[in-house]
């Protein structure tokens, strides 16, 4: 069986040790506090999937530069400080299997370090001197906080509809990978046709992205027990699976389900009632829909990939990034 994940690292091994370095070079805040909490979040083991996404589309768009993996930092730094906000909200104890930034510095000191990597992605975007790639930095900060405070509004809400979470995801996920494509497009000067399928490749990819996660959330099987861990259904996350199993299980099913998540406050899921909601997100379908859905994102990807005018191997590169990602 192919290790996907293996290959793609093999193949963009130097592209992952030279942003590794523009990260840390580039971060450069005036309170050591600041590296500190930054380095806590931005060093703690993070795949550099989007800034690596970004560095792959400028190539494929031409680009011939040096500032690449320096711009690249943008969408890393953006991530780290929308991981630094949700481990607050959500109440997260452990992130990457470290503790959380604010148990270790406060709930303050995360929330204002967060809020400096987002300034500090708007400055690396503006050294650029295009006014479309900061425009295009500042919609997607935009459009994050508005998915994040829409994901807060309705937190533990069993009405979520499938409208809702595809908004949520899309602001939340897809805007990013879709600005870190669309901007590789922008530096590299590349024609209007090339913009809108690298974009539409890394929209795609991104949402593609989410759902895949979810599917694993719920129904990722542990090698060493050969059990779903379920990490998602025990935490009682409103994810796809959940969200269209509530609108499409039988009545009885869907009563079920609605009686164990409304315990959310109460007390932890019993491993009981875990096999139970895995029983039933199995017998309605909801496993088969969201993985589905999650190939047809991904199958939209490839197309748009595959409407870019480039040589094999850059080729290579994307459709690996793609599928090693996303596997399920």
Same mark, same amino acid.
């Given at each position: ?5 293996? $290959? ?9 040790? $030279?942003? $590794? ?16 909490? *930054? ?9 550099? %999937?989007?800034? =690596?996404?970004?560095?792959?589309? *400028? ?10 993996? @320096? ?14 906000? +949700? ?36 400055? @690396? ?22 998915? $994040? ?18 908004? @949520? @995801? ?18 590299? !000067? ?6 809108? #399928? ?5 929209? !795609? ?26 990490? +998602? ?8 699976? %959940? ?5 499409? /299980?039988?009545?009885?099913? *869907? ?30 379908? *909801?496993? /088969?829909?969201?993985?589905?859905? #999650? ?12 409407? =870019? ?12 990034? =793609? ?6």
């Amino acid at each position: 069986m192919r290790d996907l994940k293996r $290959e793609i690292l093999t193949m963009v091994e130097k592209d992952l040790k $030279e942003i $590794e370095i523009a990260l840390a070079d580039n971060l450069n805040p005036y309170l050591d506090l600041v590296s500190d909490v *930054a380095g806590h979040i931005l060093f703690a083991g993070g795949k550099r %999937l989007r800034p =690596l996404l970004m560095v792959l589309s *400028a190539r494929i768009c031409g680009y011939k530069g040096d500032y690449d993996k @320096i711009f690249s930092t943008t969408f890393e730094y953006l991530h780290a400080a929308t991981l630094l906000h +949700d481990d607050l909200v959500d109440g997260a104890k452990l992130r990457r299997g470290k503790p959380v930034a604010n148990s270790i510095w406060g709930n303050s000191t995360a929330v204002l370090v967060g809020d400096f990597l987002l300034a500090r992605g708007l400055s @690396i975007a503006a050294a650029t001197g295009k006014l479309k790639v900061i425009k295009v930095i500042a919609g997607v900060t935009e459009s994050m906080s508005q998915g $994040e405070i829409h994901q807060l509004m309705r937190k533990g809400a069993l009405d979520l509809t499938e409208a809702e979470y595809m908004e @949520i @995801i899309r602001r939340k996920t897809a805007v990013l990978f879709e600005g870190a494509c669309r901007i590789s497009a922008f530096i590299a !000067n590349a024609s209007k046709k090339e913009e809108k #399928a690298v974009s539409g490749y890394g929209y !795609n990819m991104g949402m593609a992205f989410q759902m895949a996660d979810d599917v694993k959330g719920s129904f990722w099987t542990s090698a060493a027990s050969g059990k779903p861990e379920a990490g +998602d259904i025990r935490k009682r996350k409103k994810t796809l699976p %959940l969200v269209w199993a509530l609108q499409h /299980a039988s009545e009885p099913d *869907a009563s079920r389900l609605r009686e164990i998540y409304a315990a959310e406050a109460t007390a932890p899921m019993s491993q009981p009632e875990v096999d139970e909601v895995l029983a039933i997100l199995e017998g309605c379908g *909801a496993h /088969a829909e969201a993985l589905g859905r #999650a190939r047809r994102y991904r199958d939209e990807a490839l197309a748009d990939l595959d409407a =870019l005018p480039i040589d094999p191997e850059r080729r290579a590169e994307m459709r690996f990034l =793609l599928e090693s990602v996303i596997a399920i």
